[in-house]
């Protein structure tokens, strides 16, 4: 199907997994279906609401806006231990793993609400991992849950292909011309190389739509917040979630800490 020269080789897709990989390295994204039911949905939906009323009344609407965080809720699974079986889903960590590696790690976990005829403070086109350089392998990658169907009526989030690959900010006209809207089923989940340009969408119906942002990265860069210290009572540091949240990649806090035998100290071997 395709014409064959000197050491151009088709990639050959031998499973799912590979079928994202592919579309990672190259487009910058790709969705994976299917990933949580219906009645998973309402729970989960329950919960935003309820968490999302208990923000606004602990730290005020007024205070939210001006820090630019009034659609956002940060850190759900320290309120709530479904977001943190969200965070451990198997199906995306097995993708993860096979991106970032098994010593990845959760940098953030924060819920977006697009509220009907808000703009959105990630309205503006924008990276996750806000650097203003491009890596030969990836650092970080987004797994956006989509809690609601997002389509262009409700505002679904904007993604700019390739340019994750991109060292600087392209013209207006190519954004234009190249940026896509997604069209995701609830339930899915939406991965993206968090270098890859995205915006939020303008919401023009009447309901909130609501998804959930989870960022993975090698273990060397820093949490958003410090999830060893708000887990260290839920978690056990020595299991794979302890790994996962970040109990692995501690920095020692004196030479002291420091210089114990390798297999106590607080940043392990083997996370980079």
């Known amino acids: 199907t395709y014409r064959e020269y000197p050491g151009f080789d088709q990639n050959e897709l031998d499973s799912d997994i590979a079928h994202h990989l592919e579309n990672l390295e190259i487009l910058g994204y790709s969705i994976v ?8 949905l309402a729970e989960i939906t329950g919960l935003l609401v309820r968490l999302y009323r208990k923000q606004d009344e602990e730290f005020g609407v007024e205070r939210l806006k001006e820090l630019n965080d009034y659609e956002v809720h940060r850190g ?3 309120e709530d231990e479904t977001f943190l079986s969200m965070a451990a889903n198997a199906r995306i960590l097995e993708i993860v793993h096979a991106v970032l590696g098994k010593s990845a790690i959760l940098n953030l ?4 609400c697009s509220k ?30 989509c809690i609601d169907n997002f389509s262009p009526k409700n505002g679904a989030t904007w993604l ?21 809207q997604l069209e995701v089923p609830a339930g899915s989940v939406v991965l993206w190389d968090s270098l890859l340009l995205h915006q939020a969408g303008f919401n023009h ?17 820093k949490q958003q917040i410090d999830f060893p210290v708000y887990l260290k009572s839920r978690v056990d540091p020595d299991s794979a979630l302890g790994q996962l ?14 210089r114990v035998d390798p297999d106590k100290r607080t940043y392990r071997s083997g996370q980079g």
């Open 33 to 40: 279906p299917n990933v949580i039911s219906a009645a998973e």
């Open 76 to 78: 759900l699974l320290m």
């Open 109 to 112: 976990q924060n819920a977006s």
């Open 116 to 145: 009907p005829g808000s703009k959105h403070y990630q309205s503006a086109w924008h990276r996750d991992f806000a650097k203003d350089f491009v890596a030969s392998k990836c650092l970080a990658l987004n797994a956006f849950w």
């Open 160 to 180: 700019l292909p390739y340019s994750h690959k991109l060292e600087k900010f392209p013209s207006e006209n190519y954004i234009k011309a190249n940026g896509i």
């Open 205 to 221: 119906t009447e309901k909130p739509r609501f998804g959930i942002n989870h960022m993975y990265t090698r273990p060397f860069i």
């Open 245 to 258: 949240m970040g109990f692995w990649a501690i920095p020692p806090k004196s030479v002291k800490e420091f």
